[in-house]
Structures are given as structure tokens and as C-alpha cells.
């Protein structure tokens, strides 16, 4: 079982003994996707996957609580803003703007990126390295920026 994955399970176990009823059905959501993808593709998820499915569900909230807001129901905003609080603090310790900026000014170097042409593989260099640290929809927004 990989660290981040028994990381999540002891959360529920402490969230069932703390009797924190938010907390744990956010835990278990998050282990239910876990649960899914492996039964699919018949596979043990490793720390750099559950990273990916933890990225895909604070991406989820984030715009799910714009939609909310967006539509004047700031009860389910907070719902998922409660949600996207707990899913965020499995994710390891987010990057400074300089941090990503140094990361992609080596990837740009390191791939000859000189055009928008070269920009999936920039960001096929820079994704392991941010994956879960960084929101990945700003980062390609930098990388245009910079290409």
C-alpha cells in the first residue's frame, strides 16, 4: 500500500474516533475514487497516482464551488469548500511563485522550448514535479506566458 494511500485510511480511523462526521465522509470519498480506479484497471495505486486523483478532486471542488457561488447557493459552496479543505491537507506543501518560476525557466532550458509548438513538452518535463504543489491550470497559464 503506498504512504499517502495508509495516510488517508489512518485519517478515517482517526475521523471515526474523533466522531467528526464532515471529515470522514470527505475521507471516504476519497478513498471510494482510490477504491474505483483500482478495481478498474486491476492495479495497487502508487503515491504519484493518488496524487493525480487527489489534484483531480480539489480541481472538482474548486470549480464546483465557482458554479455555487455563481449560481447564489453559498450553503453548498461551503459544503465544498469544507471538502476541499480536508482533500487539501493529503497534498504535500504547495510551491512558492518562485519555486514554480525556477522550475519552469530550467524545464524551458532543458527541453530548447522557444514556441507554443514546444509547450507539451514542457509541461510533460514540469507535471511530475508539480503534480499535487501547484494548481496546473495557472502553470500552463505561466508556461504560455513564457513561450
Given at each position: 500500500m503506498?504512504?499517502?494511500?495508509?495516510?488517508?485510511?489512518?485519517?478515517?480511523?482517526?475521523?471515526?474516533?474523533?466522531?467528526?462526521?464532515?471529515?470522514?465522509?470527505?475521507?471516504?470519498?476519497?478513498?471510494?475514487d482510490?477504491?474505483?480506479?483500482?478495481?478498474?484497471?486491476?492495479i495497487?495505486?502508487d503515491?504519484?497516482?493518488v496524487?493525480?486523483?487527489?489534484?483531480?478532486?480539489v480541481k472538482?471542488?474548486?470549480?464546483?464551488?465557482?458554479?455555487?457561488?455563481?449560481?447564489?447557493?453559498?450553503?453548498?459552496?461551503?459544503?465544498?469548500?469544507?471538502?476541499?479543505?480536508?482533500?487539501?491537507?493529503?497534498?504535500?506543501q504547495?510551491?512558492?511563485?518562485?519555486?514554480?518560476n525556477?522550475?519552469?525557466?530550467?524545464a524551458?532550458?532543458?527541453?530548447?522550448?522557444?514556441?507554443?509548438?514546444?509547450?507539451g513538452?514542457?509541461?510533460?518535463?514540469?507535471?511530475p514535479?508539480?503534480q499535487?504543489?501547484?494548481?496546473?491550470?495557472?502553470?500552463?497559464?505561466?508556461?504560455?506566458?513564457?513561450?
Amino acid at each position: 500500500m503506498s504512504e499517502l494511500k495508509a495516510q488517508i485510511s489512518a485519517a478515517m480511523k482517526d475521523a471515526m474516533r474523533a466522531k467528526d462526521k464532515a471529515r470522514l465522509a470527505t475521507v471516504r470519498l476519497i478513498l471510494a475514487d482510490i477504491k474505483r480506479i483500482e478495481v478498474d484497471e486491476r492495479i495497487e495505486l502508487d503515491d504519484a497516482r493518488v496524487l493525480q486523483v487527489l489534484d483531480k478532486m480539489v480541481k472538482q471542488r474548486r470549480d464546483s464551488i465557482a458554479q455555487y457561488l455563481a449560481a447564489e447557493r453559498p450553503e453548498l459552496a461551503d459544503k465544498e469548500q469544507q471538502e476541499l479543505e480536508v482533500i487539501q491537507t493529503f497534498l504535500p506543501q504547495p510551491l512558492s511563485d518562485e519555486e514554480i518560476n525556477a522550475i519552469l525557466d530550467q524545464a524551458i532550458a532543458d527541453t530548447g522550448a522557444s514556441s507554443m509548438a514546444d509547450m507539451g513538452k514542457v509541461m510533460g518535463v514540469i507535471k511530475p514535479k508539480l503534480q499535487g504543489r501547484a494548481d496546473m491550470g495557472q502553470v500552463s497559464k505561466l508556461v504560455k506566458a513564457k513561450l
